[in-house]
T-cell receptor
Framework: DAMVIQNPRYQVTQFGKPVTLSCSQT?????MYWYQQKSSQAPKLLFH???????NEADTPDNFQSRRPNTSFCFLDIRSPGLGDAAMYLC????????????FGPGTRLTVL | EDKVVQSPLSLVVHEGDTVTLNCSYE??????LLWYKQEKKAPTFLFML????IEKKSGRLSSILDKKELFSILNITATQTGDSAVYLC???????????FGAGTRLTVKP
């Protein structure tokens, strides 16, 4: 089945230790998104790729970076995680621009010790 | 600044009740409005609305959009305990598929 896959599902890291979260999709969608969702809050868009074009949200901290080496994969790199970065990180995809719905992966729950 | 406001923030009902969840928005370059259901994992898609006045239905759930008054409602009839979840409203803006979420409505359905 076509889907959005995130690995790992749970990640524990230490304060300041870089971490990379992975997202892959079999939907062949042009657009991939990364959201941060903290407890009892709505998902917050960090950035997205339209094909290889990177679009950063204005309030996304520099600590968060992303890579999209090909259509199927997108990575979220947190260079120096702080305690405040503990959250669920959701990857989503959509087909092109316009009014298409986004399909979410199961998320990676990040814990920072 | 784009705004998506959901009300109420939380709601407790009993099985069999009908509920109406509200979502209002103020955004530039509106493209569409989406409703998601989120339980303990990632949001699952419910409806996408692009035109005013056309009701979307799926079983006991229905939704409608008013682009003049800038709001949408999600109705759930004959609620069941399995409907307990956070319901998220999101508005797609611009041509880049940027999606702005509301804070969500936490619905609890008691037996």
């Amino acid at each position: 089945d076509a889907m959005v896959i995130q690995n790992p599902r749970y990640q524990v890291t230490q304060f300041g230790k870089p971490v990379t979260l992975s997202c892959s999709q079999t939907l062949n969608h042009n657009v991939m998104y990364w959201y941060q969702q903290k407890s009892s809050q709505a998902p917050k868009l960090l950035f997205h790729y339209y094909d290889k074009d990177f679009n950063n949200e204005a309030d996304t901290p520099d600590n968060f970076q992303s890579r999209r080496p090909n259509t199927s994969f997108c990575f979220l790199d947190i260079r120096s995680p702080g305690l405040g970065d503990a959250a669920m990180y959701l990857c989503a995809t959509s087909m092109g621009q316009g009014i298409n719905e986004q399909f979410f992966g199961p998320g990676t729950r990040l814990t920072v010790l | 600044e784009d705004k998506v406001v959901q009300s109420p923030l939380s709601l407790v009902v009993h099985e069999g009740d009908t509920v109406t969840l509200n979502c209002s928005y103020e955004v530039t370059n509106f493209r569409s409005l989406l409703w998601y259901k989120q339980e303990k994992k990632a949001p699952t898609f419910l409806f996408m609305l692009t035109s005013s006045g056309i009701e979307k239905k799926s079983g006991r759930l229905s939704s409608i959009l008013d682009k003049k008054e800038l709001f949408s409602i999600l109705n759930i009839t004959a609620t069941q305990t399995g409907d307990s979840a956070v319901y998220l409203c999101a508005v797609v803006v611009d041509n880049n598929n940027d999606m702005r979420f509301g804070a969500g409505t936490r619905l609890t359905v008691k037996p």
